[in-house]
């Protein structure tokens, strides 16, 4: 399948998850669409990059080591990503990696995921706690950085900062998780 040819498919991809998630096994079927999927979702500026990053995430839920040798490549771009729809998914993606690479099970991404990828991470996290996203980009933000924190000693500072100035002027949920992650925080 071409890039044009899975562009033109993914017009076809929906909100229900049954349909991501046929396309994502179909993806998963076909390791080969990885970087035309890749491709075609940082076409930022393209309403089918949305529907891309879903299919995408799902891919990830599903197959999460799938995204190794990709790495390079969605890490460099992902803060370019913009539009709300393509934003929550690839805000889910980072909470995968780091989850797995943090995971108390071993996972092929501990082995995978650089200090570099990290840092990446690390800056598109904190690009959508202070930009005006919705709740679920900042509350996979928040629990990606609350992780990559463990290791990486300033994270908490920041984070601590950003939660407490932004507390009063966000949504019930952002609250909420805000609350969860700070308490962790203090355990610490």
Sequence with gaps: MTTEQLYDELNYVSHSRANRLKYAN?????PELIPKLLEILFLVDDK????????????CGEKLEEIIPHLNHFTDNINKVYLDSAVRPAAKVCEYLVKA?????EHAIRGSLTSQHKEKIV????????????????????NTLFLLG???DWIHSELTL????????QSSGYKARARHILKKIKKR
Excluded: T
């Design 150 to 152: 463990k290791e990486i």
């Design 123 to 142: 800056e598109a996290c904190f690009d959508w706690m202070i930009n005006d996203e919705k709740i679920a980009p900042k509350a996979y933000a928040m």
């Design 48 to 59: 089918v990059s949305c529907r891309a990053a879903w299919v995408f995430e799902f891919m």
């Design 26 to 30: 179909m993806v998963i079927a076909q």
């Design 101 to 105: 690479y943090y995971s108390k099970e």
């Design 162 to 169: 950003i939660l407490e100035r932004d507390f009063q002027m």
